[in-house]
């Protein structure tokens, strides 16, 4: 009602179904998003991931998160890594695809990935900025060479509005205004982030913090 709203419900394959059902039926526009390709660890053949994302596609999802195969990228086989990425990229159709790693970023870029994205949210360790900053940059870089420009979406462990703040900070220091927008960032928000900015919300429409009872709690 006041035109802030997530810019997607990311769920997994299972659930696509039921989340595009429950939002068509709350007269919705959010788009569902879902993670594939055997989320956190990606530990199924390659066929099963495919399979996967075909899956969550059809079922009505918009935006697919793919996890790449860390092994391809630790060994330095980055032409079958793209070849896989490739693959994906053809199994999501219409859907906009976005590869989670914190490595071989441009390789994912190049396969035609639409986001990149730092972490699942199941590592021990989440969206850091050294790394976020060599991910921007690969990504500028990548944009100065084919003017294509990819999303970025830091997740995992991001708790705070002020958080947020040094987040959106980092994409307009480092890409511009452009990357401001849902169409080239997200944020991976936990429950704890979405609580944070309703406070924060609510202390600047009011002048003072919501208390515990008046919090519209996920
Ligand atoms: C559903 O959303 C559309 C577009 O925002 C609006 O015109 C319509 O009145 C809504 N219908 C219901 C039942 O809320
Ligand atoms: C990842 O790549 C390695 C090296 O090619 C391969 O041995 C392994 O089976 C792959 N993992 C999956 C889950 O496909
Ligand atoms: C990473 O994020 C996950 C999910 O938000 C959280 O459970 C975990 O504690 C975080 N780890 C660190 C090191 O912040």
Redesign the pocket.
Known sequence: SHGVTTAAVCVYPSRVADAVKSLKAANSSLPVASVATGFPAGQTSLKTRLEEVRMAVEDGAMEIDIVINRTLALTGQWEAMYEEVCQFREACGEAHMKSILAIGDLVAMMAGSDFIKTST?KE???ATYPVAIVMVRAIRDYFLKTGHKVGFKPA??IRTAKESLVWLTLMKEELGDEWLSPRLFRLGA?SLLLADIERQIYHHVTGRYAAYHQMPMA
């Open positions: 949210g021990s360790v989440n995992g462990g936990s």
